[in-house]
């Protein structure tokens, strides 16, 4: 998107954003309530989010908008936006096409610490990343 595009003043007037510019946005799938992953927002990807409803994030590796699903082809839809009680968490209901983990798996939470505090990954990869990303 080339075109500058604001937050409605309603939000505008309520989020925090963080030092750097940023809010943390929690995606969780609008009809299971599975939580899929965290990312960083900054304002322009929320306006954006809002004004097209495909979700857009920060990227704070790159410092650039990256837009879900741009590469993979993994996209996510915004159906629902929630901000918490103190502005500075955004909660994302999105309706998730295919995998929304880097690593090809459902969702990015796979790692589940177990009794005796090992990090166990409990989610199988369903998408090759290469298949995704490419090398």
Same mark, same amino acid.
């Given at each position: 998107?080339?075109?500058?595009?604001?937050?409605?003043d309603?939000?505008?007037?309520?989020?925090?954003?963080d030092?750097?510019?940023?809010?943390?946005?929690?995606?969780?799938?609008?009809?299971?309530?599975?939580? &899929?992953?965290?990312a960083?927002?900054?304002?322009?990807? *929320?306006?954006?989010?809002?004004? #097209? !409803?495909?979700? /857009?994030?920060?990227?704070?590796?790159?410092?650039?908008?990256?837009?879900?699903?741009?590469?993979?082809?993994?996209?996510?839809?915004?159906?629902? &936006?929630?901000?918490?009680?103190?502005?500075?968490?955004? *909660?994302?209901?999105?309706?998730? #096409? !295919?995998?929304? /983990?880097?690593?090809?798996?459902?969702?990015?939470?796979y790692?589940?610490?177990?009794?005796?505090?090992?990090?166990?990954?409990?989610?199988?990869? &369903?998408?090759?990343?290469?298949?995704?990303?490419?090398?």
């Amino acid at each position: 998107m080339s075109e500058a595009i604001s937050l409605p003043d309603t939000l505008a007037q309520e989020v925090a954003f963080d030092d750097k510019g940023l809010i943390a946005a929690i995606a969780q799938q609008h009809d299971t309530g599975e939580v &899929l992953m965290m990312a960083w927002m900054n304002r322009q990807s *929320l306006a954006e989010t809002i004004a #097209t !409803g495909q979700v /857009c994030y920060w990227s704070r590796s790159r410092q650039s908008l990256w837009r879900k699903g741009e590469s993979s082809g993994q996209v996510q839809k915004l159906v629902e &936006l929630a901000l918490d009680c103190d502005g500075d968490c955004l *909660l994302l209901k999105v309706d998730q #096409t !295919g995998v929304a /983990c880097h690593t090809g798996r459902r969702n990015c939470f796979y790692r589940v610490l177990t009794d005796d505090h090992r990090l166990e990954d409990r989610l199988p990869v &369903l998408k090759d990343p290469e298949d995704l990303y490419g090398k």
